[in-house]
């Protein structure tokens, strides 16, 4: 099966500028994560989607980031304006619905975001 | 807060010796412990899930251990070969979480060498 992709695979912007990553998951998966790692930091949680349903976004930086999964099916994450800090690579992630905790993420090679 | 460290950083050793890699975490209140390994360039592939009540989890040459009580999770991998050079990530899962929110280790970066 395809796995969870990701594109650009990496992105060069100038501050304030405005970027959009995507995310397309494995095929019904409805769990859909991103997680981003800055640099020297460790890799941590954004959001997460039940379909199109947000069901957590406590990660969610700021009010620069907005993410959307229209459809229930891929999805997409804006940063408007990108800031220097935004640098980093975001990481998309997927798995079916089953018991929490019980099923295995699937993640993509990631978008590398570089701020200018 | 949880917070994962996973030490050492950086980490060689000849082929044939075994590998050693060590994670911490300081809220034992978890649902499941998952060990990843990323190349360079390349996503994060899942190596070993272990459940809460479990205490360890075996795939062919790795296996992972979990004390939750203390916190820690080592995991072996024997025999090491130059193909398991890449970086190793440990990302506890939280307790009553609705879905997978991970919080993950630094890393540790391993060279196998020839």
């Known amino acids: 099966e395809a796995g969870v992709t990701q594109f650009p695979s990496h992105s060069v912007i100038e501050k304030g500028q405005t970027v959009t990553l995507r995310c397309d998951p494995i095929?019904?998966?409805?769990?859909l994560y991103w997680y981003r790692r800055v640099m020297g930091k460790e890799i941590k949680f954004l959001l997460h989607f039940v379909k199109e349903s947000k069901q957590d976004e406590s990660g969610m930086p700021n009010n620069r980031f907005l993410a959307e999964r229209t459809g229930g099916t891929y999805s997409t994450l804006k940063v408007q304006p990108a800031e220097l800090e935004d640098s980093g690579v975001y990481f998309c992630?997927?798995?079916?619905?089953?018991?929490?905790?019980?099923?295995?993420?699937?993640f993509g090679a990631g978008s590398r975001l570089t701020v200018l | 807060k949880q917070e994962v460290t996973q030490i050492p950083a950086a980490l060689s050793v000849p082929e044939g010796e075994n590998l050693v890699l060590n994670c911490s975490f300081t809220?034992?209140?978890?649902?499941?412990l998952q060990w990843f390994r990323q190349d360079p360039g390349k996503g994060l592939t899942s190596l070993l899930l272990?459940?809460?009540?479990?205490r360890e989890q075996t795939s062919g040459r790795l296996n992972a251990s979990l004390d939750k009580s203390s916190g820690r999770s080592t995991l072996y991998i024997a025999a090491s070969q130059p193909g398991d050079s890449a970086t190793y990530l440990c990302a506890v899962n939280k307790r009553e979480a609705a879905g997978n929110k991970l919080t993950f280790g630094g890393g540790t970066r391993v060279l196998v060498k020839p």
């Open positions: 272990i459940q809460s009540s479990q």
């Open positions: 992630a997927s798995s079916p619905l089953a018991p929490s905790g019980a099923n295995v993420l699937t």
């Open positions: 095929s019904g998966h409805d769990n």
């Open positions: 809220d034992s209140a978890i649902y499941n």
